[in-house]
């Protein structure tokens, strides 16, 4: 079975060239394989209810996957963590918990949108487990249409604003946070997004190796990481943006 994993799409009206691109490569992904959506599919997401062209196209387009056989997962971002069952049940994919476990041959992949990794920066998980809570989330879907842009274009500025001038080691990754988690979850490799720092890195713990692998954003090409059926290798590709017409 052939794994396909793509994350940081930041799907909006803006940037209908990106759009495209995400729709070129749904149809190009090979019938029967699965695909992986680790999150921000969208830039943000403010409702299941919200009605959009956009979201119905994406939806119908990852609906059409089923048709040819291909099965679609989502794991929610910091930006689309509101995206929920109603919308899924649209695009016919699966909702899947914010960590999954892969089996792969004799090893186990473990993926993930990636913030949770970012353990360095107290504040965002802080704002994080704020904007989990159920009660929270409540009461912002119950808000009209109007007063959820507002509040969502206030969090994006504030986001951007902050993320201009904080630390780098902040914005990546803390590594012991992710030998921990592979090896509570006896995995050996990791899969996520978020950084937007393209990778592939592997470390050694008790002499055994560790490979984590970051996708890209969509902002500047196509990212994907593929997991072939045949060897179970599993290998991240970039294309930039003037090279996206072919991705496979
Ligand atoms: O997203 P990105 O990559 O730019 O930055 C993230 C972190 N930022 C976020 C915020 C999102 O971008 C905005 C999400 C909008 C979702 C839709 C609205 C749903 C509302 C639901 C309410 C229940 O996640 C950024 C990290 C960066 O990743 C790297 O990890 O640094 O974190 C921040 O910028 C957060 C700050 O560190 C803490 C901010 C506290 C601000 C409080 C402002 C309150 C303003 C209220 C306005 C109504
Ligand atoms: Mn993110």
């Not at 809570?133 to 249409?145: C, D, G, H, N, R």
Request: hydrophobic share 40%.
């Amino acid at each position: 079975m052939q794994r396909y994993f793509i994350a940081d799409i930041h799907l909006t009206d803006n940037e209908p060239a990106i759009t495209t691109q995400f729709f070129s490569f749904l149809d190009q992904l090979p019938d029967g394989c699965e695909l992986y959506i680790l999150g921000d599919l969208f830039d943000y997401w403010i409702g299941d209810d919200i009605p959009s062209q956009l979201h119905s196209q994406v939806a119908d387009a990852l609906f059409a996957l089923s048709k040819r056989h291909i099965k679609s997962y989502f794991i929610q971002g910091n930006r689309d963590f509101l995206l929920g069952e109603e919308y899924c049940k649209l695009c016919n994919m699966t909702l899947l918990p914010d960590m999954q476990i892969l089996p792969l041959t004799d090893k186990k992949i473990l993926i993930m949108h990636g913030d949770l990794l970012c353990t360095d920066d107290k504040q965002y998980q802080k704002f994080r487990r704020r904007l989990r809570a159920k009660w929270l989330q409540k009461i912002f879907l119950s808000l009209p249409l109007c007063f959820r842009v507002r509040i969502a274009k206030k969090l994006r500025e504030k986001s951007i604003l902050q993320n201009s001038s904080k630390r780098t080691y902040l914005m990546d990754v803390n590594q012991q946070t992710v030998q921990d988690l592979l090896t509570q979850n006896h995995a050996s490799i990791l899969i996520h997004g978020h950084t937007h720092k393209p990778t592939t890195e592997t470390v050694f713990i008790d002499d055994k190796p560790i490979t984590r692998i970051v996708l890209s954003a969509w902002h500047d090409g196509i990212s994907y990481i593929k997991q072939d059926d045949t060897d179970g290798n599993v290998k991240l590709y970039y294309f930039p943006i003037k090279d996206t017409k072919k991705v496979f």
